[in-house]
């Protein structure tokens, strides 16, 4: 079974800084491609970023320059690093993993966690 676990996330002021966590389990290969989306109250899933299975990266314009992700297949976790937070990133942010379909939205990927919450304040 494919599990996966985010944290850290929290309440931080305008322009602090917050990293994200998600601990994959349960994948049977190697090859596979994963990404973080998120969902604030009444208000659509955004993509926020995601790497494909080459390695390959793609970032949502409403975060480029702030939020940086990567991964580590040894330990099957990735990370989400975000500074500069701004109130509009305040959102329920989940990871995601899909073993073939790397170019459809990550909130459409066949496994997704439970969610971290991050709330910034101003």
């Known amino acids: 079974e494919v599990q996966l676990v985010e944290s850290g996330g929290g309440s931080v002021q305008a322009g602090e800084s917050l990293t994200l966590s998600c601990v994959v389990s349960?994948?049977?290969?190697?090859?596979?491609?994963t990404g973080w989306f998120r969902q604030a109250p009444g208000k659509e899933r955004e993509e926020v970023a995601k790497i494909y299975a080459g390695g390959a990266i793609k970032r949502a314009d409403s975060v480029r320059g702030r939020f940086t992700v990567s991964r580590d297949k040894a330990k099957g976790a990735l990370y989400l690093q975000m500074v500069s937070l701004q109130v509009e990133d305040t959102a329920m942010y989940y990871c995601?993993?899909?073993?073939?379909?790397?170019?459809?939205?990550?909130?459409?990927?066949?496994?997704r966690g439970q969610g971290t919450q991050v709330t910034v304040s101003s």
């Open positions: 995601a993993v899909d073993l073939f379909r790397c170019y459809i939205p990550v909130d459409e990927y066949a496994y």
């Open positions: 349960g994948l049977t290969q190697s090859s596979y491609c």
